[in-house]
């Protein structure tokens, strides 16, 4: 085997995921918009915490809101 066939032989599941995922995936829309101002609504309440702990606590849960919101808006559930 030459070497372009094994590289290729390597990165055939990484290329079949991404065509699948590709071809898989809905436009999110005006959801996905919504996600980025609550994101940063959320960022901007965080900000007002008084310590700082408080304020990067806070700002990690906008963080994980956010993700949830847009995995909730590309996959539907």
């Given at each position: 085997?030459?070497?372009s066939m094994k590289r290729l032989v390597r990165l055939a599941p990484a290329?079949?995921?991404?065509?699948?995922?590709?071809a898989g995936s809905t436009?999110?829309?005006a959801q996905e918009?919504?996600?980025h101002q609550?994101?940063?609504d959320c960022y901007g309440r965080a900000a007002g915490r008084e310590g700082?702990?408080?304020?990067?606590?806070a700002g990690l849960d906008c963080e994980l809101t956010y993700i949830d919101c847009?995995?909730?808006a590309l996959i539907g559930r």
């Amino acid at each position: 085997m030459t070497f372009s066939m094994k590289r290729l032989v390597r990165l055939a599941p990484a290329l079949a995921a991404l065509v699948i995922v590709l071809a898989g995936s809905t436009p999110a829309g005006a959801q996905e918009f919504r996600c980025h101002q609550e994101l940063r609504d959320c960022y901007g309440r965080a900000a007002g915490r008084e310590g700082f702990w408080e304020m990067w606590a806070a700002g990690l849960d906008c963080e994980l809101t956010y993700i949830d919101c847009v995995r909730r808006a590309l996959i539907g559930r």
